[in-house]
């Protein structure tokens, strides 16, 4: 019973370098979201889809992509790392049954740009 | 999706309750509060939620005020593991629940 599953846990990267964080849900949810922390905030929403080829952009989406040609994966891609994305990346899936929602997050994927 | 507010931090003795308040007085009448935590940077952990009435699990007991505007999460007897950051969020849509800074609650022996 996976559930959410981010891979890497730990990243570092050099600025320029971009990379693509993996988001796998076994859930069959619907919707995914990206969301980034940075050290002593809140999660503020990067990018989120609603469902296979539907994508949305969150509070903070520069610098960053994503797609999702399948209910399952959900991908964060960074196309040219910088410092201020330097911040730990948490995934989710989440479902809606009778309007009531309910997310689940992965154990997030700390990242380090240098 | 409605603003709520919470206090920064609290502190609680272990195996007494925890009370943690949170206002929302722009809730609109179909926004469900929803209670989060968050323990050491892990991946925020879903407890509770709440229309109108008072709710229970295994977890925490939620209590709505008859107005809606505010809500008090108790858990009712907290142990050192109960150590999180506690998210009250009213319901955005299924894939953009906002999250303030929570209240940050420290269960000392």
């Known amino acids: 019973n996976a559930g959410v599953t981010q891979t890497p846990k730990f990243q570092v990267l050099k600025t320029g370098q971009s990379m693509t964080l993996q988001c796998a849900q076994d859930?069959?949810?619907?919707?995914m979201s990206w969301y980034r922390q940075d050290p002593g905030m809140g999660l503020r929403l990067i990018h989120y889809s609603v469902g296979a080829g539907i994508t949305d952009q969150g509070e903070v989406p520069n610098g960053y992509n994503v797609s999702r040609s399948t209910t399952e994966d959900f991908p964060l891609r960074l196309l040219s790392a910088a410092p201020s994305q330097t911040s730990v990346y948490f995934c989710?899936?989440?479902?809606?049954?009778?309007?009531?929602?309910?997310?689940?997050f992965g154990q997030g994927t700390r990242l380090t740009v240098v | 999706d409605a603003k709520t507010t919470q206090p920064p931090s609290m502190d609680c003795a272990e195996g007494r309750a925890a009370n943690l308040p949170c206002n929302h007085s722009?809730?609109?009448?179909?926004?469900?509060v929803y209670w989060y935590r968050q323990i050491h940077s892990q991946g925020p952990q879903y407890i509770i939620h709440?229309?109108?009435n008072n709710e229970t699990n295994e977890m925490a007991s939620l209590i709505i005020t008859e107005d809606r505007k505010s809500s008090t999460l108790i858990l009712p007897h907290a142990t050192l593991r109960d150590t999180a950051v506690y998210y009250c969020?009213?319901?955005?849509?299924?894939?953009?629940?906002?999250f303030g800074t929570g209240t940050r609650l420290q269960v000392t022996l």
């Open positions: 969020i009213v319901r955005g849509t299924a894939s953009k629940l906002t």
């Open positions: 989710a899936s989440s479902t809606v049954t009778l309007g009531v929602t309910e997310a689940f």
């Open positions: 859930m069959n949810h619907e919707y």
């Open positions: 722009t809730i609109s009448g179909n926004e469900y």
């Open positions: 709440g229309l109108k």
